[in-house]
């Protein structure tokens, strides 16, 4: 307690070293393994001989409190005698010792816990014996997951059982288990999945939660891609009027109709607005994520025109475009269309600053500038703030491809 002179170790402060204890996992494992820990002495600081002196009273309180403490929790305490020339013979406790992790727990009211925690160590080993190092590694964990525990474990060993099992998460029937269930413990079930599985059952090219279904063997939503011809002479559906549609990768991969030009832009209104074009098809972008392109193998004989926004982030996911489709060209992100917006310039909140192989010599030019603020401080034109005059000039420079 911060009112002891100089920190003597009370009640709160054995307390305080415990709860320390009881954060890192280390009585969990003690209540399952050998560890060593117990019996625990945690020593008290004591007071120098001239603060006995200067704060007997205090002194006298101190020794009753921690004997008290020690009594009402049946704790071991340890003592010196101090021969001290003013005060005579002293009788002055040196630590606590604590016998088993049931007392220590008890004494911070994590008794309960400690018992459940016990309790789904040892249904978990019956069920999934491989489990055993993770448990021991993040107990706290357990705990925190208590209410769906056993049902994550049940989760893992039907994996184990049937591995890579193609189907949706929808599919998996359990007992307790739906598909929100999982998704929302993606995380923990892959450390689960990870000692469980053998290598052949884990596609280690994804990881996280995004790349878990894949990861696992389960069947993946699909990716999407949305697009709309910029030709009348161009059809993606055999009907007429409007055509705006979304397909699957798959299905974009194998299209039948083959544009000479393919562009892509970032904004929803752009995508929607964007003015005619000979053979053209135009389609909705996915930031940094081009996966939905990468079976396409017909784009490398295509022309690809991008056109995002004229900031640091732009000019990065173009380098990624650029990565796989080396020929890809930038559509108004250069520095005359940034110069002739002056009045819509706006800030970037975290723009992007690390380099950028893929970008040609003006980009890169332009790309400097704006992640250095050379031209103003985090510096960006959005795509829909281009006037949209200007965008129809540049496009209908872009010709006949």
Known sequence: ???????????????????????RGDFCRAAVSDTGLFPLTIALKQPSAAAMVSAFPALQLWVKGITAFAERH?????????????????QLPTAVEIASVEAAAAILGKGGALKRFTQLYRATLQRAPAL???LL???LKVLELEAAWLRLVEVACWLQAHPRPRIYLRQVSLP??????????RKVLSELFDLLLPPFAIDDEYHGTRGFARRYGFRDKPAMVRLRPLDTNLQLLC???????????????????RPKRLVITENEVNYLAFPDLPESLILFGAGYGFEALAAASWLQETRIHYWGDLDTHGFAILDQLRSHYPHAESLLMDRETLIAHKDAWGQEPKPERRDLPHL???EATLYDDLREDRMAPKLRLEQERVDFAFVERAVAALGVP
């Not at 170790?9 to 320390?20: I, M, N, P, T």
């Not at 101090?82 to 005579?88: D, I, K, Q, Y």
């Not at 307790?176 to 413990?185: C, L, T, Y």
């Not at 699957?248 to 039948?256: E, G, K, N």
């Open 137 to 139: 590694k993040r107990p």
């Open 1 to 23: 307690m911060d009112e002891w002179p100089m920190g003597w170790s009370d009640s709160v402060a054995v307390k305080g070293r415990l709860q320390r204890y009881w954060q």
């Open 360 to 362: 040609n010599a003006a």
């Open 132 to 134: 055993q190092p993770w």
């Open 239 to 257: 009907s007429d009027g409007e055509q705006d549609v979304m397909i699957t990768a798959a299905a974009f991969a194998r299209l039948p109709l």
């Open 176 to 185: 307790g288990v739906d598909s929100k269930m999982i998704e929302a413990h």
């Open 74 to 90: 049946g704790l071991q305490l340890s003592w010196r005698t101090v021969n001290h020339r003013t005060l005579g013979r002293q």
